[in-house]
C-alpha cells in the first residue's frame, strides 16, 4: 500500500457509515469497518474475507472523511493476487482475460458474434463512420447467450433512429473494470493501453457503452483522453426527447426498475432509464424503497460475478425480487447485463420476468 493511501487509511475515525451502508455488512464475512481498522494496526486479514465485496462503491460515497475503502480493497486483492491467495474461480478469470481478453475465455474471433442476428442490418467498423462513433461491447453481452440480445437490440433501435455507429469487432477487448477490482493492476493496464491505442488507431470521437461497467472504466479510470463516453440509455433517452425515437404500441404493465451501482451511483446516471419508461404508453413504473444512490447492489460486480461464497445466505437479489413482487411489480427492468443475470435466477423461480431495458423497447417499436 503506497504512502498516500496510507494516509488515507489513517484518516479514518470509525464512524461506521462504510458498514452502515455495505450490502454485505452482517449477511456475510465481510466488514469493511473491520477491515480498514485491521489495515490501521497492520493486522492480518483473512484471505477469504476481501472476495466478498462487490465493489458498489457505497461505502466510499458515504465515507465523511474520503477514506476510499473501496479503493483499499482493490488493494487488498492486489496484494493478495500477488501472492497467490486467490479463489481459483478468480484466478480462472484472470488467466482467461490475459490469453483471450475476457474472462469467460472464449475466442477472441467470437467477440462479433452477436451480429449474426442483425443480417438486415449491415453495421460497419468504426473506421468506416464519419462520426467515429463506438458501439462498445461488454464481455458479457459479446459471449453469454442470454445477454447477447442487448447489443443486438441496442443497434436496431439506434438504426431506426437514423444514429450512425460502428464497431472493433475482434480488436474489442475485455474493459477491465472487473479486471482492476479483482486486483490485477497490471493486466489493467496492459488492457486500458491496448484500447487506448485502438481507439486512437481510428480516431473515435464518442463510445456508446452497453454496460455501466465499461462505461465507469472508459469514463472515468482510463484518464483524460478526450473522448465522450455514453452509457446507451443516455443516448436513447436524448434520442426520445428530439423526437426521433418513438413508440407505437403501448406496455401495460407495471414495471419497478433497479439501478445498477455503476451507472446509478457511481456515475450519476437515474434519470435517462427513467425517461425511457416514462415514455412509454400504459407502463406504469414502480420504485424499490432502496432506490437511485441508495440502490440495493445486485452482488455481480467487482468479480463476484466469478467468486462463488462460501456460506449460504439470503442473496441481495433474492431480497430484490421479494421486494418487487411485494409492491406489485409485473416486470423486473435494468439496465445492465451483471443486474439481469444475477436477478434473473432468483426471479425465475418466482415467475417474475426480468427485462434488460432494451428488450422493453424493443417490444413497443
Known amino acids: 500500500m503506497d504512502s498516500d493511501r496510507r494516509s488515507s487509511v489513517l484518516m479514518c475515525m470509525q464512524c461506521g457509515m462504510c458498514a452502515g451502508s455495505c450490502p454485505e455488512s452482517g449477511i456475510t464475512p465481510f466488514n469493511i469497518r473491520t477491515m480498514v481498522r485491521k489495515t490501521q494496526l497492520h493486522r492480518k486479514i483473512d484471505e477469504s474475507i476481501p472476495w466478498y465485496c462487490s465493489s458498489c462503491g457505497e461505502c466510499t460515497l458515504r465515507c465523511p472523511r474520503d477514506v476510499k475503502p473501496s479503493e483499499m480493497i482493490f488493494e487488498i486483492r492486489s496484494a493478495l493476487v500477488e501472492e497467490g491467495e486467490i479463489p481459483l474461480s478468480i484466478q480462472k478469470a484472470l488467466e482467461n482475460t490475459f490469453v483471450q481478453k475476457n474472462p469467460w475465455g472464449r475466442p477472441r474471433s467470437k467477440r462479433g458474434e452477436w451480429l449474426n442476428d442483425l443480417e438486415d442490418i449491415k453495421v460497419p467498423h468504426v473506421s468506416e463512420t464519419a462520426s467515429k462513433r463506438l458501439l462498445f461491447t461488454c464481455c458479457i453481452q459479446a459471449y453469454d447467450p442470454r445477454c447477447m440480445v442487448i447489443p443486438v437490440n441496442v443497434a436496431r433501435i439506434l438504426h431506426k433512429g437514423g444514429v450512425e455507429f460502428g464497431i472493433l469487432g475482434t480488436e474489442e477487448a475485455c474493459c477491465g473494470n472487473e479486471i482492476r477490482r479483482m486486483g490485477e493492476a497490471g493486466l489493467f493496464e496492459d488492457l486500458q493501453e491496448g484500447n487506448l491505442a485502438v481507439l486512437k488507431k481510428y480516431d473515435v470521437q464518442q463510445i456508446i457503452a452497453l454496460s455501466p461497467h465499461c462505461m465507469n472504466a472508459l469514463k472515468k479510470e482510463y484518464g483524460d483522453h478526450g473522448i465522450e463516453v455514453l452509457h446507451y440509455t443516455e443516448v436513447l433517452a436524448e434520442m426520445i426527447r428530439e423526437g426521433?425515437?418513438?413508440?407505437?404500441?403501448?406496455?401495460?404493465?407495471?414495471?419497478?426498475?433497479?439501478?445498477?451501482?455503476?451507472?446509478?451511483?457511481?456515475?450519476?446516471?437515474?434519470?435517462?432509464?427513467?425517461?425511457?419508461?416514462?415514455?412509454?404508453?400504459?407502463?406504469?413504473?414502480?420504485?424499490?424503497?432502496?432506490?437511485?444512490?441508495?440502490s440495493l447492489c445486485c452482488e455481480g460486480g467487482g468479480g463476484r460475478m466469478f467468486y462463488e461464497a462460501e456460506i449460504a445466505y439470503v442473496r441481495n437479489s433474492e431480497k430484490r425480487v421479494e421486494e418487487a413482487l411485494a409492491k406489485g411489480a409485473e416486470v423486473l427492468a435494468t439496465s445492465c447485463p451483471f443486474c439481469v443475470m444475477t436477478l434473473e435466477d432468483p426471479a425465475t423461480e418466482k415467475n417474475l420476468p426480468v427485462k434488460e431495458l432494451s428488450e422493453i423497447v424493443m417490444e413497443v417499436l
Open 244 to 294: 426521433v425515437l418513438t413508440f407505437r404500441e403501448p406496455y401495460s404493465k407495471k414495471v419497478i426498475y433497479h439501478d445498477p451501482c455503476f451507472l446509478g451511483k457511481q456515475n450519476k446516471v437515474f434519470e435517462a432509464p427513467r425517461d425511457i419508461l416514462k415514455a412509454i404508453d400504459g407502463l406504469e413504473l414502480l420504485e424499490f424503497s432502496g432506490a437511485r444512490e441508495n
